[in-house]
């Protein structure tokens, strides 16, 4: 398969906002696929890399190249061979070799395959295929359930080999994706929650009431003495978190795999703020890194294996039983999540009332009889939280005056279009900012600028940050009609990548009576 007909693809996605019209065109170019182009070709118009980030920065993309191609020659296969290339290069000298890779590259490249490379390695590829389009194309591709593919994807956490196995081995290939010990899943995520009342009312009465803590949420696997730790984007993370690794390696079982949060408490137990948490992941995003000695402690609330028993189709039940059973020595029952089951309201409201005079952020409320619905974010689990936060996109940032002269200050926030495009603006900001985070923000951002005008920067949408707001307003200033109120900055969220901030739906449905 020629590179330009990937590219012409892609060019074709980004054109139509319709959901369907995107799927049929990402379907007819994996249908034309050999077998050995389907993973690299799904990748790309996931916009993502197959071989991960190659360390190709625009300083390096600019000055290689030269004249583009007058006719189309690339083959994906040539394409993917040279980004395993750049992925394999390092060591002494490997500065050279990846400006003769991209050279040759980018000279064999048409002017519009240059401009997709560019932007696929630069991670500015938005195309308007989100992982929903993608997996709707590969059902209609295959021709097979998009539950089956969804599932498989959701266990195995990897997109283009999914959908190499269901255009090679159908149904039959998809559904024999099982859960794997030391290979993380998708998690499960919480929808918001109006009130506790409203979550109640929603779910009934067969539900557990349990504490939302501001830390970093884990996938703990264990297979004998071997213990992995992931984040919730499914980064590894083992080796800074030893702490957590020795607390799962006590447990009396011989492989399990754990869901739950994470955080630094101070020597009261309550939570510590919630970079202390990140900057033991590597992050330290809006501040200095903590100082050496803090620990983490883990809060697990689910449990999808244990001892070769899979638990992710039984019913939030019979998974709390196993867990119960799992933690019932003494010594680690202070890893479980505090809450109730089938808790009375009174019981419900103090649950809440007790994790809020903890300093945790609310609760969660779950029903009973669900089971694990793997990297889905549906209404079996609600979060609860006494202000409306939202995870929104930084795209944008203004330089200050008065005392925040020569600072990056006032930032542009974007919603996610559910349609897969750019980021839609919402509003801006300049609350909540400590010095440490516009001194964080005016180191930070030039990096990830896209131009520069006058007022400040227009920014790459990569970071997402978390919002406190009192509810939303209808506004003809913004082109998605919708505006934040009273917006101010929580903390920044280098957990969570702008493919899971909230979209503009979320914005809209804060609106009054709406």
Not at 469 to 489: K, W
Request: hydrophobic residues 45%.
């Amino acid at each position: 398969m020629l590179f330009a007909d990937v590219v012409a693809a892609s060019a074709a996605v980004a054109a139509t906002r319709s959901r369907t019209a995107k799927a049929g065109t990402i379907a007819e170019v994996l249908r034309q696929a050999g077998r050995g182009e389907v993973e690299p070709v799904t990748a790309w118009l996931s916009g993502e890399i197959r071989q991960g980030r190659l360390g190709v920065g625009w300083r390096t993309l600019s000055r290689t190249g030269g004249a583009p191609a007058s006719t189309s020659s690339l083959t994906v296969a040539a394409v993917d061979q040279g980004l395993a290339d750049l992925a394999a290069t390092s060591g002494a000298g490997s500065a050279a070799r990846r400006d003769a890779v991209l050279t040759a590259l980018l000279s064999a490249a048409t002017a519009d395959e240059r401009q997709f490379l560019v932007r696929l390695l630069a991670g500015e590829l938005r195309q308007g295929a989100l992982e929903g389009v993608v997996l709707d194309a590969v059902a209609a591709a295959a021709d097979v359930p998009a539950t089956s593919v969804r599932r498989a994807f959701m266990l195995s956490g990897r997109l283009p080999e999914t959908a190499a196995a269901a255009l090679a081995g159908g149904v039959e290939a998809l559904d024999a994706v099982r859960l794997q010990v030391g290979r993380p899943v998708r998690p499960m995520l919480a929808s918001p929650g109006s009130s506790l009342d409203a979550a109640l009312a929603d779910l009934g009465n067969d539900v557990t009431v349990e504490f939302k803590l501001d830390g970093a949420r884990i996938q703990v696997h264990r297979d004998g003495d071997e213990v992995r730790v992931w984040t919730r984007t499914l980064r590894e993370v083992t080796d800074g978190v030893p702490e957590l690794v020795d607390r799962v390696r006590a447990l009396p079982c011989s492989t399990a795999v754990l869901d739950g949060e994470t955080l630094a408490l101070d020597d009261d137990g309550r939570p510590r703020a919630f970079q202390d948490t990140m900057s033991r992941f590597g992050s330290g995003v809006g501040g200095e890194m903590v100082e050496e000695g803090v620990l983490l402690s883990p809060f697990f609330f689910d449990l999808l294996h244990v001892d070769g028993r899979d638990l992710l189709d039984e019913p939030l039940n019979v998974r709390l039983d196993a867990l119960a059973e799992l933690l019932a020595a003494d010594e680690h029952a202070a890893l479980r999540m505090p809450g109730v089951r089938s808790p009375r309201p009174e019981q419900a409201a103090e649950v809440l009332d007790d994790a809020l005079t903890a300093g945790h952020e609310g609760v969660v409320v779950k029903a009973l009889d669900a089971a694990y619905a793997a990297g889905r974010r549906g209404k079996a689990w609600q979060k609860v939280k006494p202000v409306h936060t939202l995870d929104l996109v930084v795209i944008g940032a203004e330089w200050g005056y008065g005392r925040r002269t020569g600072k990056l200050s006032n930032i542009h926030l974007g919603a996610r279009d559910p349609d897969g495009g750019e980021p839609v603006m919402v509003g801006k900001t300049f609350k909540g900012m400590t010095d440490e985070l516009l001194d964080w923000q005016t180191r930070t951002f030039p990096e990830l600028a896209r131009e520069r005008p006058e007022w400040g920067l227009v920014l790459r949408p990569e970071l997402v940050v978390e919002i406190a707001l009192d509810g939303a307003q209808r506004s003809t200033r913004y082109p998605g009609g919708v505006a934040l109120r009273f917006a101010r900055v929580l903390r920044y969220r280098p957990d969570k990548s702008p493919a899971e901030a909230n979209t503009l739906d979320a914005v809209r449905a804060l609106l009054a009576g709406g």
